[in-house]
């Protein structure tokens, strides 16, 4: 039960920042599409600060291969049986529901931020590097929550007395 409940904590980490990813860039694509038909140009910009939301999805990824190598380590030593068992599983589905929940609202939210960017751009304004500063805030939550994940991973061994 506690391995079943570790493989869930990385599956809702790789799928709700999956999640957010990809909404937060279809946000910026439609916005994109919009933006094109007044300054076509600028299709560079649009392209960066489209991507911006995608990163979400990445962090989820790299939290997926950093707890399954930890889950591959805790199985070969049976560590998922008993008491201690329930405080890796525990943790990694903490860990995991952690960083995909804060992945997935800071991809929608930085979304958010760089359409109304490219909104900006395509009416002729020159915001791109404001619009690039101001995409960072959320997604500093979403770094911050891949570093406490990391954090969690690293202390599961030391809990269970690994």
């Known amino acids: 039960m506690n391995l079943i409940l570790a493989y869930i904590g990385l599956g ?18 439609n916005t994109v599409v919009g933006a094109m038909k007044k300054n076509p140009d600028a299709m560079g910009t649009y392209i960066a600060l489209s991507a911006l939301p ?12 950093l707890a399954n190598s930890l889950i591959g380590k805790l199985v070969a030593q049976n ?62 939550y979403a770094i911050l929550a891949l570093l406490v994940s990391i954090l969690i991973f690293n202390a599961v061994p030391v809990m269970v007395g690994m």
């Open 54 to 65: 995608s990163s979400q999805g990445l962090y989820g990824f790299v939290g997926f291969f």
């Open 79 to 140: 560590v998922f049986d008993g008491p201690m068992g329930a405080i890796a599983g525990w943790g990694i589905f903490a860990a995991g529901l952690a960083l995909g929940v804060v992945g997935l609202f800071s991809a929608i939210r930085q979304a958010q931020v760089c359409a109304n960017g490219v909104q900006a751009i395509g009416g002729g304004h020159n915001v791109f590097g404001a619009t690039m500063v101001m995409a960072v805030f959320p997604e500093l």
């Open 12 to 29: 809702l980490m790789v799928v709700l920042t999956g999640i957010g990813s990809s909404v937060g860039v279809t946000i910026c694509g």
